[in-house]
């Protein structure tokens, strides 16, 4: 019987702002090491045994972070299932599982969320082990963390009954809320609770009956979804006005704390979500880390978390704060409020702040641009456009860009001519006229661009052709 991973990897973290933004959510960040936790998700994998290619349920926004990350750590097969809009965990995660099961009707999966940190793989791919018995027995399998504090941003699951057929492995009794810090105090006194992580073990077929009985309305508007799913560049669209009749609730609600199937067992690997500052602070001191990191420095502070990837930041006689920087935006917090960061951006967004959901460096399926100054009619951006990708044919009413390539060569279309450009040339695109910009070599193209006119947003865009799908 396969294993198929499914990696659900819709989500913003906008609670580790500015590190993680709406543009570039952190699962597609390197936060714990070289790698992102995306591709850290798919490495644990590597040892389990029947392992399947993975299926990995993303958006539109995303969805070529998720092909070029999958490149860079060698995964050539995966199924991509593009969902038009979020609508929580319990249909992307039915999506995929009608997906498998179309391919191998007896087939269990392991949902994983693509954005959590696990210290000891080993002690990961153990448990996964210890579960496949309960899975194949007709047990919906979660994985409970041993708590380590009365920790009030996790729900819990509350054992029952040992499972005679598979050792190490419980009935689950309940499913509980985030609780206040008197009653998590508790929970973790009573000795019969685990952390939920969200991670989950199972046949599809069993989800699926069971999303059937619970979520009928569900269920069907899934099953017309990838019933009318379209290939595209890689990917699998599912169809729009069907998922967006799924009612959007988590996998918890609409099944697991129904169901008479579920199990749980309890485990330590050194699991965090880090769902939020809090959290990367103690991962960051559990595994020796200093409480600099990057261009970080403090000195006579005490209980301060420094990190930036940006400038220098120096914090001194401070005490229970967190500074966290990038190049264009600094976050100042007091520890008691690291929960709240999420709030913050929203009202960021809602002051039509552009930091609150973009990086400085925006990301493109052709590769990405980075504004370097801009001012009252003109902006000067840096482009870098990977080997054998172009942008597409557009034009702009409002703006006329000039192009110098400062490395590589630039094929550039205008109108009906075509010319390459080297280093230190350059092009000039008048207003309306009809341009592209592609690179035909085996190396990066980086361009300086200068545009000038009365309106450089980047909704000011008419495509004609493109590559990647885009309208």
Request: hydrophobic share 40%; with cysteine.
């Amino acid at each position: 019987m396969a294993l198929h991973p499914v990696i659900l990897s819709g989500g913003s973290g906008t609670r580790l702002w500015p590190l993680s933004r709406a543009s570039k959510p952190k699962q597609f960040l390197p936060l714990t090491s070289d790698l992102t936790l995306f591709q850290e998700t798919l490495r644990r994998l590597e040892g389990l045994e029947t392992l399947a290619a993975p299926v990995i349920v993303s958006n539109e926004a995303h969805r070529f972070f998720v092909l070029e990350q999958l490149d860079e750590i060698g995964i050539r097969q995966a199924t991509v299932l593009i969902e038009p809009e979020g609508r929580n965990t319990a249909p992307a995660i039915a999506a995929a599982a009608l997906a498998v099961q179309r391919a191998d009707p007896e087939g269990l999966i392991l949902v994983l969320p693509s954005d959590h940190a696990i210290g000891d793989s080993a002690a990961f791919r153990a448990v996964v082990r210890q579960g496949i018995p309960a899975a194949e027995a007709g047990w919906l399998v979660t994985f409970g963390i041993t708590p380590t504090a009365p920790e009030t941003g996790y729900g819990y699951i509350r054992r029952g009954g040992a499972l005679p057929e598979s050792p190490g492995c419980h009935t689950v009794q309940a499913f509980l809320e985030k609780p206040s810090r008197s009653r998590a105090e508790a929970l973790i006194e009573a000795g019969d609770c685990d952390w939920n992580a969200g991670i989950f073990l199972m046949s599809a077929a069993l989800y699926l009956r069971e999303l059937e009985m619970y979520q009928p309305q569900m269920l069907d508007a899934c099953r017309r979804a990838v019933a009318g799913a379209q290939p595209d560049l890689g990917f699998l669209r599912l169809e729009a006005a069907a998922f967006l009749e799924a009612p959007a609730i988590s996998i918890d609600y609409a099944v697991m704390e129904k169901t008479r199937h579920a199990a749980v067992i309890p485990c330590c690997m050194d699991w965090s979500d880090l769902g939020s500052f809090t959290a990367l602070w103690a991962h960051d001191a559990a595994s020796s880390a200093p409480v600099e990191q990057g261009r970080g420095y403090q000195q006579d502070s005490r209980n301060t978390y420094v990190r930036s990837s940006g400038p220098l930041v120096a914090a001194l006689g401070v005490q229970d704060l967190a500074v966290i920087a990038t190049d264009d935006a600094v976050l100042v917090a007091g520890k008691e409020h690291l929960q709240d960061v999420g709030g913050l951006v929203r009202a960021l967004e809602a002051a039509g702040l552009t930091e609150a959901l973009n990086h400085s460096t925006v990301y493109r399926p052709w590769g990405s641009y980075r504004s370097l100054v801009s001012g009252e009619r003109f902006q000067v951006k840096h482009l870098i456009v990977k080997p054998g990708c172009k942008l597409s044919l557009q034009r702009h009413y409002h703006r006329a860009e000039h192009w110098v390539v400062t490395h590589g060569t630039a094929q550039v279309t205008l109108n009906q001519d075509t010319m390459l450009l080297t280093e230190n040339q350059s092009a000039y695109i008048p207003i309306g006229a009809w341009h592209r910009l592609e690179n035909p070599g085996q190396m990066p193209l980086e361009i300086i661009e200068v545009q000038v006119g009365g309106y450089l947003r980047e909704d000011d865009i008419e495509r004609k052709d493109d590559a990647y799908g885009r309208v």
